[in-house]
C-alpha cells in the first residue's frame, strides 16, 4: 500500500534559522510523483513543488529547496533563511497512479517561524 | 484564470439535516477530485471525476455522500443525514488531463462543515 510519512509533528524555530522538513513514502510504483503543499492559517493548500520519479536532480527555488533521494524513498524540504509568513503546515503526498492519480498525503509538519 | 471555487466557505448544521456543497474548478481541468480534511492530519480522498464520469470513489464515502458533476464543469457533495463524525474541512481540487501540469492539483478554499 501507498504511504506517505512526516514524523515531525510541530517544528519551531527563530526567524532567519535553516529548516528542513522530512518525508518519507512507501510505494510498489516504479513511476510516481513526489509533491509539497502549503496550508497556511487561512487554509488553502497551495501547490510548492512536483517531482517525479525519474528525475532525482534536487530543485531550488528562492529560498526553498527539494532533496530527492529514491534510495531511502526520501523527499526533504528545506526552508533556508526561514521568515514569519513561512508559518503553515506543509504536506508532502505522492500521487497514485490507478485510474484517479489521486493524492496520498501525509499527516502534515506545523512549522512555526517566530520573529 | 480565477482558481478554483468552493461554496459555502463555512456551514454548520444540525445533526441529521443534509448539506450540498459546490466546486468551481479552473476552467478546462477535466479532473476534478474531493477530499476530506480532519483537525491535525491530511487531506483524505473521496472521489474522482473526470468530465463528467464519476470514475473512482473511496470507502469513506458512505451511502449517505453522493457527488455530481453533470455538465463537466462544477461539482456538488451532498451529505444526508448528517452526523457528528461529517464535521471536517472539504476540499475541492482541479486538475488539467494533459500537458505539463496534468498531474498537478489545485485546491480550492475549502468548506467547513460543522454538525451539532
Known amino acids: 500500500a501507498q504511504k506517505v510519512t512526516q514524523a515531525q509533528t510541530e517544528i519551531s524555530v527563530v526567524e532567519k534559522e535553516d529548516v528542513t522538513l522530512d518525508c518519507v513514502y512507501e510505494t510498489r510504483d516504479t513511476t510516481y510523483y513526489l509533491f509539497w503543499y502549503k496550508q497556511p492559517p487561512s487554509g488553502e493548500l497551495v501547490f510548492l513543488i512536483r517531482?517525479?520519479?525519474?528525475?532525482?536532480q534536487n530543485e531550488i527555488s528562492g529560498r526553498y529547496s527539494w532533496n530527492f533521494q529514491k534510495s531511502t524513498s526520501s523527499f526533504n524540504f528545506t526552508i533556508t533563511a526561514s521568515q514569519v509568513v513561512d508559518s503553515a503546515v506543509y504536506f508532502c503526498a505522492l500521487t497514485d497512479l490507478g485510474s484517479s492519480y489521486k493524492l496520498i498525503f501525509g499527516s502534515g509538519t506545523r512549522l512555526l517561524v517566530r520573529p | 484564470d480565477t482558481g478554483v471555487s468552493q461554496n459555502p466557505r463555512h456551514k454548520i448544521t444540525k445533526r441529521g439535516q443534509n448539506v450540498t456543497f459546490r466546486c468551481d474548478p479552473i476552467s478546462e481541468h477535466n479532473r476534478l477530485y474531493w477530499y476530506r480534511q480532519t483537525l491535525g492530519q491530511g487531506p483524505e480522498f473521496l472521489t474522482y471525476?473526470?468530465?463528467?464520469?464519476?470514475?473512482?470513489k473511496s470507502r469513506l464515502l458512505s451511502d449517505r455522500f453522493s457527488a455530481e458533476r453533470p455538465k463537466g464543469s462544477f461539482s456538488t457533495l451532498e451529505i444526508q443525514r448528517t452526523e457528528q463524525g461529517d464535521s471536517a474541512m472539504y476540499l475541492c481540487?482541479?486538475?488539467?488531463?494533459?500537458?505539463?501540469?496534468?498531474?498537478?492539483?489545485?485546491f480550492g478554499p475549502g468548506t467547513r462543515l460543522t454538525v451539532t
Open positions: 471525476f473526470q468530465n463528467e464520469a464519476q470514475l473512482e
Open positions: 481540487a482541479s486538475s488539467p488531463y494533459t500537458g505539463r501540469s496534468s498531474y498537478e492539483q489545485y
Open positions: 517531482r517525479n520519479s525519474f528525475d532525482e
